[in-house]
């Protein structure tokens, strides 16, 4: 049993100070001791850094305590390309479509060694940042040239061992990828790497979710496929029967251009097409959906569904902005992903959300409730709609619940004096990681002071295959 004693704690009712939480050998919360009460959120952060006292099984004291957010959507292998995208390509009016192109001219250096070093690297990143877990929507399958790998789910199995070694949480998505398009057109060049029938899916699948079985207690493995444009629309009922009760995201209303092409090919734009035709309901994650008009946002809200907001990456992509004021407004659900990892931040992902509605609407506190503020709003939202959509017993502190939780630095200078919520708006408005002192992930102590326990070693293998791409390159 380990014991944290925190000063100041973020509960299902609210803050609590000098709360006690136990953790048991199998990384569950044990029980949550709370001597003051939710009335604790008028307690100052005490300014204790978190680290160890005394010898096992003593107290750690810790300062800020949360419950860990998920990071519920991720492309690892893409963290490698952070940096090499940011020139015009021959189009003048350079888009999302021609940063594919040169994603898929960077495919072809990489192999297994490489992903499971670039996978490692990135959880790492993740944990650092504040997050518990990872939602890894794994669609890179098979070798240069689209031919599979003697064991199917080879790259399956890499981002597993991955997650063996930073001891991140792990929602496994394997990704079923089949037509360039919705006209069926064949798959072209490095998406010859991703692509899958039905039939190779399952298999796959499978095989991906037999590897799972022999990880952590807490892994996951769920469905995805990639999106509307790219799976046959009688795939759905055969999709979704390969696990009725798990995770099951796609992409969704990303870009004009998406919007366009299945409004031209079917009648119907993306959200409109969907929901017409799926019972979308809790354990679905429709990831962007930058692309909505106010009835399909609404439509959307009401189903339960979680919708995965990449607000780095759709901003340096230049996908649109998600209309998270309505959407809140109208009780729908939100979690947070760092996508194609060109920054792995989750304050700045909260602070990007909330910035991009105050610009489009030319307001302040755009994504504050009558409640709560800002940071605290979006902050229990990504909580328990991560959670949600990684379909982890997590996003919570109490009894019961994987043990993933974060604590930060009440001796930072922005958070010392900060009281109950301004302390999340303070995270969400000028931190960064290096507010973060510790993370668990389902009881596994891999942030400590800041560091990641293995950094040293998981980042060596990193630079390593950095220099051999930046030699290809």
């Known amino acids: 049993m380990k014991t944290l004693r925190a000063d100041m704690t973020l509960l299902p009712d609210g803050w609590a100070s000098d709360v006690r939480v136990g953790i048991d050998e199998t990384g569950r919360i044990a029980f949550v001791e709370r001597p003051d009460g939710p009335d604790g959120a008028d307690g100052c952060a005490q300014g204790r850094r978190g680290g160890p006292v005394g010898a096992s099984g003593a107290e750690q004291r810790v300062g800020i305590l ?41 495919l072809d250096r990489l192999g297994p060694d490489d992903i499971e070093s670039i996978t490692a690297f990135v959880q790492m990143e993740m944990l650092e940042a504040g997050y518990a877990c990872s939602v890894e929507f794994h669609y890179l399958h098979h070798q240069v040239g689209g031919a599979p790998y003697g064991h199917v789910a080879e790259l399956s199995e890499r981002i597993v061992a991955a997650a063996g070694t930073s001891g991140i949480g792990l929602t496994l998505l394997p990704v079923h990828y089949r037509f360039g398009g919705c006209d069926g057109r064949a798959l072209e060049g490095g998406q010859r790497r991703f692509g899958t029938d039905l039939d190779s899916f399952a298999r796959l699948w499978e095989a991906a979710a037999r590897t799972l079985g022999n990880a952590c207690a807490d892994s996951v493995i769920g469905v995805a496929p990639h999106s509307l444009r790219a799976v046959a629309p009688q795939s759905w009922p055969q999709l ?24 031209a090919a079917w009648g119907a734009r993306p959200v409109d097409w969907l929901l017409d035709r799926a019972d979308v309901d809790a354990r679905w994650c429709l990831i962007h959906c930058t692309q909505m008009l106010p009835r399909e946002t609404a439509r959307l809200a009401a189903t339960g569904a979680v919708a995965g907001l990449c607000p780095i990456t759709e901003s340096n992509l230049g ?42 609407d030319r307001s302040r506190a755009a994504l504050a409730s009558a409640e709560h503020s800002t940071g605290r709003r979006l902050y229990e939202a990504v909580v328990a709609g991560g959670a949600q ?80 791409l930046a030699h290809d390159l």
């Open 389 to 468: 959509a990684a379909g982890r017993d997590a996003g919570a502190i109490e009894p019961g619940r994987w043990a993933d939780l974060v604590v930060l630095d009440a001796e930072h200078v922005d958070l010392i004096g900060r009281r109950g919520d301004t302390l999340l708006d303070a995270f969400a408005f000028t931190g960064d990681r290096v507010m973060v002192t510790d993370v668990w992930a389902a009881g596994r102590h891999r942030v400590v002071a800041g560091r990641h326990v293995d950094r040293e070693t998981i980042e060596q293998r990193y630079r390593a295959v950095m220099r051999t």
């Open 240 to 263: 979704q029967a390969l696990a009725p009760d798990a995770p099951f995201h796609l992409h969704l209303a990303e870009q004009v251009a998406e919007v366009e092409e299945v409004l």
């Open 319 to 360: 996908d649109g902005i998600f209309d998270g004021v309505a959407y809140l407004g109208a009780g729908g659900r939100i979690a947070v992903g760092s996508d194609s990892n060109v920054r792995i931040s989750l304050a700045e992902e909260l602070r990007t959300l909330d910035y991009s509605q105050r610009l489009r």
């Open 66 to 106: 949360l419950p860990a957010p998920t990071n519920a959507h991720s492309h690892a292998f893409q963290r490698a390309m952070a940096g090499l995208t940011e020139r015009r390509g021959p189009d003048p009016t350079d888009s999302f479509w021609t940063w594919r192109r040169l994603m898929y001219r960077f």
